[in-house]
């Protein structure tokens, strides 16, 4: 009979990557790395939800005691208290047509573009 060599819980571990992970996917990988995890974006809720984990800290690999915890945060989504950042279509007010047509020459323009 062979015997198993199990390592000793040591008293450091290494963070393990969260960042793209969904939330339960990022709490049960934490858990099997001996660290906790936050979420200060969702403070109220349990890390069930579906959202993805965009952000975290300490980064992936940082040596930390066993039941550190890592801070992590999610992309919220629709409706989720903001989501992604940025402009989303369709604006409000539409912007005026035009665009590239402006600049071509209309058929039977008096004042062509001059080229």
Not at 12 to 33: F, N, S, Y
Not at 61 to 66: D, M
């Amino acid at each position: 009979m062979t015997s198993v060599h199990i390592p000793p819980k040591t008293p450091e571990v290494r963070v393990p990557r969260l960042v793209g992970l969904m939330a339960v996917d990022a709490r049960e990988t934490a858990e099997a790395g001996g660290v906790l995890l936050a979420a200060p974006d969702r403070p109220d809720s349990p890390l069930t939800f579906l959202d993805f984990v965009v952000r975290q800290y300490p980064p992936p690999g940082t040596e930390v005691p066993r039941g550190a915890v890592v801070t992590v945060w999610f992309d919220l989504g629709e409706g989720g208290g903001g989501g992604g950042a940025g402009v989303h279509e369709p604006r409000r007010p539409i912007p005026p047509p035009g665009g590239l047509r402006r600049e071509l020459d209309e058929p039977g323009d008096p004042f062509k573009v001059l080229r």
